[in-house]
């Protein structure tokens, strides 16, 4: 093989697949980035746009397994499992369950603080890198709660972000209002987070990525990739719509689907769909400013690009489920309780697979006795967040193999 002709597959063209063409790109490695779709269209595409490397708290914590049960049969839940889906969800909870203890939640939190470790700098020196510096908003984010002692229930999870060095500042009724006058006074106490900042297009920041990784030499491929086959000496195989493509290395950044592309290979993966949703409000101005989150509806309120879009919601009920209309609709109820002035404004939905490890800690790096393979995913909640971090982890793992 001649090394410096050695080339790269990057397979899954969602946030983190493109961040790392991007990044193995301007290494001066030779890249092939496939997708089934254009790039964003999978679960990139519709999220809440919030760049939040505040967040260090998994999604298991102590005490999350008396939620269980209340997730299971109530389609309009915050999370939701429906019963028929329960026995192949089942393995992956019992982990869910186990990573809530205390001293893993520890270990996890510190793994995901170094993962996020300047992730809005990154992110604003990205976004101007590829052309589009406007879509970064940089006015914090803002969580909202019902009253002091509904903020004193997270007490862990804000002990958990200060340990880490995140700064943030309680605010009463007052400062809620000088910094987003349209809350409704359901809410009386927030926190405020002063240099988190927010994507306002994901979709549009994941295109820009994408074109400028071509307009850098990078090569697109549109086509389902159906198989990753070892080949002898090296090389890797990959069965491209029925073309044999052969790459020296591929990494695997497919999103939620990544677990089935990996499990031919013996590579099992305790990857499982958190499906979230938005109702995207179109046309008025987004009566909030910056990146809102509810915390007691577990809902984001973002001011995108075309309008307010409301995002959140977890449904574990696999790839196939098809979407669920009354989890769109709770999200549009939620959002009009807020904001009554969104009532004349149409809105549309959508929904995407979050891909998700038990203890919220994506893996990152290649794959056991595999040389050659490396894989990126199970972001969940903060793949938008983490994508550059990956990037840079893959690209200087991969330069130093290629190199
Ligand atoms: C409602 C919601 C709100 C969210 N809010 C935030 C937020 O505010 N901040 C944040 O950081 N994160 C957020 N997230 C999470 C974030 O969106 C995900 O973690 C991230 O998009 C995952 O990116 P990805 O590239 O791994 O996957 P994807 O975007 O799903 O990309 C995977 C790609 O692989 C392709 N693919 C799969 N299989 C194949 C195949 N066999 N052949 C070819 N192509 C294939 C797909 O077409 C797809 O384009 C949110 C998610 C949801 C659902």
């Known amino acids: 093989m001649n090394r410096a002709n050695a080339h790269v597959a990057v397979v899954g063209a969602g946030i983190v697949g493109v961040c790392i063409a991007y990044q193995l790109r301007k290494r001066g490695v030779d890249v092939l980035l496939i997708d089934r779709d254009e790039p964003g269209r999978g679960c990139s595409y519709g999220n809440s746009g919030a760049i939040s490397s505040a967040s260090v708290v998994p999604l298991a914590t102590p005490g999350i397994i008396r939620s269980v049960p209340g997730m299971l049969g109530k389609p309009d839940s915050p999370l939701f499992l429906p019963w028929r889906y329960l026995p192949q969800a089942l393995p992956w909870l019992l982990q869910f369950v186990q990573a809530s203890r205390k001293d893993r939640v520890l270990a996890s939190a510190k793994r995901l603080a170094e993962l996020h470790h300047e992730a809005v700098a990154r992110h604003i020196a990205l976004a101007s890198e590829v052309g589009r510096p406007d879509l970064i908003i940089q006015r914090g984010h803002l969580h909202l709660y019902p009253d002091k002692a509904a903020l004193q229930r997270d007490a862990f999870g804000w002990q958990l972000r200060r340990d880490h060095g995140v700064q943030y500042q309680i605010l009463d009724r007052d400062g809620i209002l000088q910094l987003e006058p349209n809350v409704s006074p359901r809410y009386q106490t927030g926190v405020f987070m002063a240099d988190q900042a927010t994507v306002a297009n994901p979709f549009q920041y994941v295109q820009a990525i994408a074109r400028k990784y071509q307009d850098n030499g990078g090569r697109l491929r549109s086509g389902v990739v159906q198989a990753i086959t070892p080949a002898e000496g090296g090389p890797w195989h990959l069965d491209v719509g029925g073309d044999v493509i052969s790459v020296s290395q591929v990494v695997v950044a497919a999103g939620v689907w990544s677990r089935k592309l990996l499990e031919p290979l013996g590579v ?74 969104l009532a004349d404004q149409p809105y549309t939905t959508w929904s995407g697979h979050r891909p998700c490890m038990p203890d919220s800690v994506p893996v990152i790096g290649p794959a056991d006795n595999h040389r050659g393979l490396f894989i990126a995913t199970g972001h969940g909640h903060l793949g938008l967040t983490d994508s550059i971090g990956t990037a840079q982890r893959i690209g200087g793992m991969i330069q130093s193999a290629l190199f």
């Not at 910056?290 to 409301?310: A, E, S």
């Open 268 to 341: 099992k993966l305790a990857l499982e769909s958190q499906r979230g949703y938005h109702v995207q409000f179109q046309g008025g101005p987004a009566p909030v400013s910056r990146t809102v989150v509810l915390t007691d509806k577990r809902v984001f309120l973002t001011p995108m690009t075309d309008g307010l879009r409301v995002g959140g919601t977890v449904e574990i009920a696999g790839v196939n489920a098809a979407p669920d209309p009354r989890r769109a609709d709770a999200l549009a109820r939620i959002a009009l309780e807020s904001f009554s002035e």
